[in-house]
């Protein structure tokens, strides 16, 4: 087998496994599902400005049956 060809058998099988590796993930249905809906309130001070800063924020999160989130 040339140089060549090696590498290019190579990459097909590289490229294949990076595909398959995500759909093995995906495929597993979570066990448990949370949303949060968060906001914190404070006061800071930039450049030498006062200023209030308000953070808004949704985290979902999803536990799947063999440990994975």
């Keep these: 087998m040339s140089r060549s060809n090696l590498r290019r ?21 979570p ?3 949370f949303h949060d809906n968060f906001t914190d309130t404070f ?3 930039l450049c030498d400005i006062p200023v209030d800063v308000v953070a808004v924020g949704v985290d979902n999160f999803f536990l799947h049956a063999d440990d994975s989130f």
Excluded: G
């Design 9 to 29: 058998v190579l990459l097909v099988a590289v490229v294949t496994a990076l595909v398959m590796l995500p759909a093995s993930a995906l495929a597993a249905q």
């Design 43 to 45: 006061s800071d001070v």
């Design 31 to 33: 066990v448990e599902r």
